[in-house]
């Protein structure tokens, strides 16, 4: 099974501003929705953001106080997440999924939802 590889994971200062990646492969069936959750240890993973395929409705944790960014290249099969003015608390370990379960042609962020999934990447914000 073909999986997604997540990159741009790094440590950054509070306040500063990471771009992750997710190289989305070409499923054999139609891929309607994508997605970033964070996990960190101890805690339940939980979602950040989802997009439809190709970039529309974006949708986002609402704790995020609109400082992300999900966005979808379908020409280079590429799911981005700009974060800007990161916290502390933003850190945590960041996976990318892609799934076909959509509402009324919306995506949102139940992780049953999504069927396949990346290796993660590791964000670490220091104070």
């Known amino acids: 099974q073909v999986q997604l590889v997540e990159s741009g994971g790094g440590s950054v200062q509070a306040g500063g501003s990471l771009r992750l990646s997710c190289a989305v492969p070409?499923?054999?069936?139609?891929?309607?929705?994508l997605g970033w959750f964070r996990q960190t240890p101890g805690k339940k993973r939980e979602g950040v953001a989802a997009?439809?395929?190709?970039?529309?409705?974006?949708y986002y944790d609402t704790s995020l106080e609109g400082r992300f960014t999900i966005s979808h290249d379908n020409a280079k099969n590429t799911l981005a997440l700009q974060m800007n003015s990161l916290k502390p608390e933003d850190t945590a370990m960041y996976y990318c999924?892609?799934?076909?379960?959509?509402?009324?042609?919306?995506?949102?962020?139940?992780?049953?939802?999504?069927?396949?999934w990346g290796q993660g990447t590791q964000v670490t914000v220091s104070s």
């Open positions: 070409v499923y054999s069936y139609p891929i309607a929705c």
């Open positions: 997009i439809v395929t190709g970039g529309s409705y974006p």
């Open positions: 999924a892609a799934g076909s379960v959509t509402y009324r042609g919306r995506c949102y962020m139940a992780e049953a939802d999504y069927s396949h």
